[in-house]
């Protein structure tokens, strides 16, 4: 009675012997009574293959509530420093508070966490809380901030200049940089592939076609993107593009692909979009060039983020029983051009994406298109960081439809000749106020102007387009069967 234990030096303390949850070393502890001690004691963890010790100097006894029942049991926790580079788990630096459940194998976090990348000059923390028992750092992105309590960072962006970048899990260039594509979900590390995810877990299961998927590899530097993006700023209203992509890139060479689906939109465009409309379905109808929309995965997942995982998957279903004109999925998809999948590269020097592929034109309007057609297709900033679109579609030798978008002016010019009577009829030339579209006639010479300069620039083709005239044509000549078969179209895909 009265007696008083002496302190122990060097101790070593097992906190949970049933588990063997916790166990602590090189303690300097005194014991006050049967419920309280103090002092000092390293705590081990181990994180795959790798050991740390936490330095602890709190032990106390609390009720814990375990199955709405108090329980007094051992809580003990420390401060960790961002200096110490303590793994607390695959792929995940951690600083600030821990605390210990003698209940609970994972420690309870609140502090930040930061990713362990080969740049030694990264240094972002994300702010984070783990109170539960999964050993492994999961954060909802969409939510997340950095510790100095601004939103955490993760996606592709266009600086002032109209040039490209990925951050992953850093700050903006400039806090004014657009978006291109913002990551959404859940930050992990896949242990599997050795790389970051921010992805809902759903889609990382397999359980739903929509969701943002960014998946970056520290190794190669090489990053995964799908879902929405935006191509023009939220201030270009009379010409809009709703995207949705799957796509490849470099954070260090900047090298992007993408397989994109565009729902293209000019404002009161219906009068001029039908006329092209009919003689699109009109040379389809005949010439019967390959299909635009199937049910390929690639497709589902672009629709799903457009539209919804449950019109996807009901498309899907009902695909496979009959056709289905993907315009009848959503009234989402009823803009006034509809290119279900293009595959397009950025080029930085040019801060532009340009196609490689040809264009599936799957519908204009209530007009159900559904064919892949020659064409070129370019996406850009100018000098001014301002929009710009540039298209030229041809479903065949002498029909075609040239399309450009600039300084908030629309141009037009066909081969068809009441469509460009339509287009000289709508035109506002001269008579828009300041800040109205534009709706202008194109010639010829503007539209061999960019054929020719999208060939040399991107392809490096300097031989002039022949630009073939609609008399010159008979479209029931055998050497026209199929648009695949013309060898002589002037387009290398």
Not at 357 to 383: C, M, Q, R, V, Y
Request: proline share 3%.
């Amino acid at each position: 009675e009265n007696s008083e234990l002496q302190p122990f030096s060097n101790a070593e303390i097992i906190i949970d012997t049933l588990n063997e949850y916790h166990y602590l070393y090189d303690g300097e502890i005194k014991i006050l009574s049967r419920n309280a001690l103090i002092g000092t004691a390293k705590y081990l963890l181990h994180t795959g293959a790798d050991t740390f010790a936490i330095k602890f100097d709190r032990f106390v006894l609390e009720d814990v509530y375990i199955d709405e029942k108090p329980v007094r049991m051992t809580v003990s926790g420390g401060e960790v420093l961002a200096k110490q580079n303590l793994k607390i788990a695959e792929g995940f630096y951690y600083k600030g508070e821990t605390k210990m459940y003698a209940n609970k194998k994972p420690l309870d976090l609140n502090g930040a966490v930061k990713l362990i990348l080969r740049d030694p000059a990264y240094d972002e923390w994300v702010l984070y809380e783990r109170t539960d028992d999964n050993p492994m750092v999961s954060i909802d992105f969409s939510n997340a901030l950095f510790d100095n309590e601004e939103r955490a960072v993760a996606g592709l962006f266009y600086d002032l200049r109209g040039n490209l970048y990925t951050s992953f899990v850093r700050k903006k260039n400039n806090s004014s940089d657009d978006p291109l594509f913002q990551a959404k979900g859940q930050l992990e590390y896949d242990t599997t592939s050795l790389s970051y995810r921010i992805e809902k877990p759903s889609k990382t299961f397999g359980e739903s076609y929509d969701g943002h998927t960014f998946i970056y590899d520290d190794n190669t530097k090489n990053i995964i993107f799908e879902g929405p993006v935006t191509f023009f700023s939220e201030f270009t209203k009379d010409v809009t593009i709703t995207s949705s992509v799957m796509g490849t890139g470099n954070l260090e060479s900047n090298e992007y692909t993408i397989d994109a689906f565009l729902g293209i939109n000019f404002k009161n465009s219906d009068s001029y979009m039908k006329l092209m409309a009919s003689d699109l379905t009109d040379i389809v109808e005949r010439l019967g060039p390959p299909l635009a929309n199937d049910i390929s995965l690639p497709l589902l997942y672009k629709l799903a983020n457009l539209t919804s995982d449950k019109l996807a998957r009901a498309y899907e279903t009902e695909s496979l029983k009959d056709y289905k004109p993907l315009l009848t999925v959503s009234e989402n998809l009823l803009k006034s051009l509809v290119i279900s999948g293009v595959k397009m590269n950025w080029s930085q020097p040019n801060r532009s994406w340009y196609n490689t592929t040809k264009l599936a034109i799957s519908n204009i309007g209530a007009t159900d298109i559904n064919a892949k057609l020659d064409g070129f297709i370019e996406i850009k900033k100018d000098n001014s960081n301002n929009d710009v679109l540039n298209m030229f579609i041809t479903p065949a030798p002498g029909t075609w439809y040239y399309i450009s978008y600039a300084n908030n002016s629309l141009m037009m010019y066909s081969s068809n000749s009441a469509f460009n009577d339509e287009i000289a009829a709508e035109s506002n030339y001269g008579k828009a106020r300041a800040d109205e579209l534009v709706l202008v006639l194109g010639d010829e010479t503007e539209t061999l102007t960019f054929i020719n300069n999208f060939r040399e620039t991107y392809f490096g083709i300097t031989e002039p387009y022949d630009l073939i005239s609609p008399q010159d044509v008979n479209l029931e000549d055998e050497e026209f069967e199929t648009i695949q078969e013309d060898k002589d179209d002037g387009f290398g895909f």
